[in-house]
């Protein structure tokens, strides 16, 4: 077993090289000025083999642990998200073939390598099944709300390379401010990413002891605490002493660690983006901008369409169908007001309400390029408040 979870964790950090090295050769196919189409295209090719080697690299992660876990691994969120990860650069694989467009591998492997290191940050451990987690459904409704969220995503991807070249930055609008946050929120998961895998690397563990529910618990904070817990004292010496405590109407264990985690993620998401601002000189998507000048804007506008249109009945299938099945299997009821169905709902219907717009209003091009980001939005929403903040029956995740 301890062999296999050691190849998987190599076979996972190879994709993750992999990628990084494609984004590169896929920013030389747009960032040549040359008129040399040939040297654009063996660029071109070069990325996309890569891509493709990434991708088996990151299928030999998935086989290799579920061999040792004995079950599919996407029972936890490291699993789910790298799994998540794994399903964008498929839909990007296959949508690439058909398009031929270089820039989309661009944007798309940068998120799925901030999707795949968002999940390094949480437990590798391989645990047993809880009760309601052992059947074939595990594996059935988890891969295919992935598949689906996955190919939502190169909508997500489409929608923002439109944006960028569409939206005049040369004047100062609600559109372009409203662009550049959509590219800032980014930068605070980078932040994320990097204050945890700092402080990871550098062993820093603080505890906390604090009351809840006339109960006596303790909180390991593994980044320096600059939000204590509501009335929680510092149990370990030498470390940082809090700035403030967490305030009392944040409820629910650890609800400290996590407003400073959240905190965290603000401060050097932003301190990253104020470097690469002062770096730039100016915004960064108009800094981007000239390199998409060559972006037929319609096609990527069919793009986003296409991913949503094939994405949204496979996650139909497996957030709303897969789901109601194996929920009254395990629960003896096909529908309760669980905080994850509660979202899984609202994401169909923002999605339905996606086509609606388009098919039937004509909302093409800007408009649904803005659609396909709070579309995003409310997906990364689900992954990340609801599984870390929200309590129910879907906490094991």
Same mark, same amino acid.
Request: net charge positive.
């Given at each position: 077993?301890?062999?296999?979870?050691?190849?998987?964790?190599?076979?996972?950090?190879?994709?993750?090289?992999?990628?990084?090295?494609?984004?590169?050769?896929?920013?030389?196919?747009?960032?040549?000025?040359?008129?040399?189409?040939?040297?654009?295209?063996?660029?071109?090719?070069?990325?996309?083999?890569?891509?493709?080697?990434?991708?088996?690299?990151?299928?030999?992660?998935?086989?290799?642990?579920?061999?040792?876990?004995?079950? =599919? &691994?996407?029972?936890?969120?490291?699993?789910?998200?790298?799994?998540?990860?794994?399903?964008?650069?498929?839909?990007?694989?296959?949508?690439?073939?058909?398009?031929?467009?270089?820039?989309?591998?661009?944007?798309?492997?940068?998120?799925?390598?901030?999707?795949?290191? $968002?999940?390094?940050?949480?437990?590798?451990?391989?645990?047993?099944?809880?009760?309601?987690?052992?059947?074939?459904?595990?594996?059935?409704?988890?891969?295919?709300?992935?598949?689906?969220?996955?190919?939502?995503?190169?909508?997500?991807?489409?929608?923002?390379?439109?944006?960028?070249?569409?939206?005049?930055?040369?004047?100062?609008?609600?559109?372009?401010?409203?662009?550049?946050?959509?590219?800032?929120?980014?930068?605070?998961?980078?932040?994320?990413?990097?204050?945890?895998?700092?402080?990871?690397?550098?062993?820093?563990?603080?505890?906390?002891?604090?009351?809840?529910?006339?109960?006596?618990?303790?909180?390991?904070?593994?980044? &320096?605490?600059?939000?204590?817990?509501?009335?929680?004292?510092?149990?370990?010496?030498?470390?940082?002493?809090?700035?403030?405590?967490? &305030?009392?109407?944040?409820?629910?264990?650890?609800?400290?660690?996590?407003?400073?985690?959240?905190?965290?993620?603000?401060?050097?998401?932003?301190?990253?983006?104020?470097?690469?601002?002062?770096?730039?000189?100016?915004?960064?998507?108009?800094?981007?901008?000239?390199?998409?000048?060559?972006?037929?804007?319609?096609?990527?506008?069919?793009?986003?369409?296409?991913?949503?249109?094939?994405?949204?009945?496979?996650?139909?299938?497996?957030?709303?169908?897969?789901?109601?099945?194996?929920?009254?299997?395990?629960?003896?009821?096909?529908?309760?007001?669980? &905080?994850?169905?509660?979202?899984?709902?609202?994401?169909?219907?923002?999605?339905?309400?996606?086509?609606?717009?388009?098919?039937?209003?004509?909302?093409?091009?800007?408009?649904?390029?803005?659609?396909?980001?709070?579309?995003? =939005?409310?997906?990364?929403?689900?992954?990340?408040?609801?599984?870390?903040?929200?309590?129910?029956?879907?906490? $094991?995740?």
């Amino acid at each position: 077993m301890e062999s296999l979870l050691s190849t998987s964790s190599t076979a996972l950090f190879t994709a993750f090289i992999l990628y990084l090295v494609a984004t590169l050769f896929f920013g030389a196919t747009i960032k040549d000025k040359t008129s040399d189409k040939s040297k654009r295209g063996f660029a071109g090719k070069i990325a996309i083999t890569l891509t493709i080697i990434g991708f088996i690299a990151q299928l030999t992660y998935f086989i290799t642990r579920w061999m040792a876990a004995g079950h =599919a &691994p996407v029972s936890n969120l490291f699993e789910f998200t790298t799994f998540l990860g794994m399903c964008l650069v498929f839909a990007f694989i296959i949508i690439y073939f058909i398009y031929k467009l270089s820039v989309l591998g661009l944007f798309a492997l940068p998120i799925a390598m901030i999707i795949i290191a $968002y999940a390094s940050m949480f437990s590798r451990e391989v645990a047993p099944l809880v009760p309601s987690l052992q059947s074939h459904w595990l594996a059935i409704h988890v891969s295919t709300v992935a598949l689906g969220q996955g190919i939502l995503f190169i909508s997500f991807v489409a929608g923002l390379i439109y944006l960028v070249r569409q939206v005049d930055q040369s004047v100062r609008s609600a559109r372009t401010i409203s662009l550049e946050i959509v590219i800032y929120s980014l930068f605070l998961f980078i932040g994320f990413i990097v204050s945890t895998s700092v402080f990871n690397a550098m062993g820093y563990s603080a505890s906390f002891e604090y009351e809840l529910s006339n109960k006596t618990l303790t909180s390991e904070y593994t980044l &320096p605490a600059i939000a204590a817990p509501n009335d929680g004292t510092l149990l370990t010496e030498n470390v940082m002493q809090p700035l403030f405590d967490t &305030p009392a109407w944040m409820h629910g264990a650890d609800a400290g660690k996590k407003f400073n985690t959240v905190i965290w993620s603000f401060l050097v998401g932003s301190i990253i983006y104020g470097l690469v601002r002062l770096l730039l000189r100016k915004r960064v998507g108009a800094a981007i901008q000239p390199l998409l000048k060559n972006v037929n804007p319609d096609l990527v506008d069919e793009i986003n369409y296409r991913a949503v249109a094939i994405g949204f009945p496979v996650f139909t299938l497996g957030g709303l169908i897969f789901a109601s099945i194996w929920a009254q299997i395990a629960w003896d009821r096909f529908w309760g007001w669980d &905080p994850k169905e509660v979202w899984a709902l609202i994401t169909w219907f923002f999605y339905a309400a996606y086509l609606h717009l388009r098919l039937s209003r004509g909302w093409h091009g800007e408009r649904s390029a803005w659609l396909a980001v709070v579309g995003f =939005a409310i997906i990364m929403f689900n992954l990340i408040v609801v599984n870390l903040v929200l309590a129910g029956l879907h906490s $094991y995740a």
